[in-house]
C-alpha cells in the first residue's frame, strides 16, 4: 500500500462561510463510492450560511491523486493530511456509505481532530460483493463508441434499474481532446473492493471513538439493518440512531429536507 505522504493532495471545494465561526468547525463532506464531492452538493448549499463546507473527492474518485489500491487507512489518512496543509485543527465529519466508512475511521484513529460524525446509510459491518456485475458491466463499456451522453445513458438505462445510480456514472464522464472519460480510476477501485467491503474495527488501542455520532439511515435501504446498531456502539460511545423511513440507500437526495434538517439539528446541538 502506497504511504499516503507521496500522495498529492486530495482534490476538493470550498464553500459555505470563508472561515469557520469562532468556536466551530468545519464540515467535510465524504461521497460514497464511484462519486465525487459533489453528490453531497445539496447538502453543502444547505449548510453554507452556517458553515466552512469542503467537499473532497476521495482517492481514485473525481480529480483526486490515483493510486494502484487503497483501503480505509490510506483513505482516512488522505484526508486527514487534506486538512493539516489546510491548516484545520479540527473538523465535522459526514459520509454517505463508503464515505460514512472513512468518517468511521477517521473519528476512530484520529480522535483529536474530529469534532462531530455522521454517517448516512451505511454500517461498520462487512458486505456482501454486490457491485461485481456493475464493475463488470463498466469495465466492458468502449467509450470511444458514444458520441453523446445520451447515448451512453441509453445503454446504462437498459443495463440498470437505479436512475440513482445510472446518474451517479454519467456525472463521472468528462469530454477530454480524445472523447469520453471516466474521472474515477476504474481499475484501483476494482482492485481494491474487497478492501472497501470490510467492516470498521476499533484501533490498535481498542479505545472507541467519544465524538458525538449520528447514524442516518433509510427505511427502505438494505444497507442498514437494526441488528447492526450493536456494532456501532461498540465502535462509537455516543452514537445516536435515526430512520428516514420512506428513503432508501440515497436518501440524501430522495428526502434532501429531511437529510439536510437532521445534520443541520445535530451539527447545531450543543453537546457540552
Known sequence: MKNVS???PL????????????????????HGLLGMGRNLGALARSLADDYSILSVDL?????????????????????????????????????????????????????????????????PVTYAPEHNDLFALLSAIDLSQYRQRAELQAHLTKQLKDASVIQLLLQNLKRSRTGWQWQMHLPAIIASYDALREGIHLPENGQQANCPCLFLCGGQSHYWRDEYEVQARKLFSFAQFHTIASASHWLHIERPEQFNTKVADFLAFADD
Do not use: W
Not at 463508503?98 to 451505511?122: E, F, H, R, S
Open 59 to 123: 482517492l481514485n474518485h473525481g480529480r483526486s491523486p490515483r493510486t494502484d489500491v487503497m483501503d480505509f487507512t490510506l483513505l482516512a489518512n488522505s484526508v486527514v493530511n487534506l486538512l493539516t496543509d489546510l491548516g484545520i485543527a479540527k473538523a465535522h465529519f459526514i459520509g454517505h456509505s463508503l464515505g460514512g466508512k472513512v468518517a468511521m475511521t477517521i473519528a476512530l484513529n484520529y480522535p483529536d481532530q474530529t469534532d462531530k460524525c455522521i454517517i448516512a446509510d451505511i454500517a
Open 11 to 30: 482534490h476538493y471545494k470550498h464553500t459555505g462561510l470563508a472561515e469557520p465561526r469562532t468556536n466551530d468547525s468545519p464540515v467535510v463532506l465524504i
Open 6 to 8: 507521496s500522495i498529492e
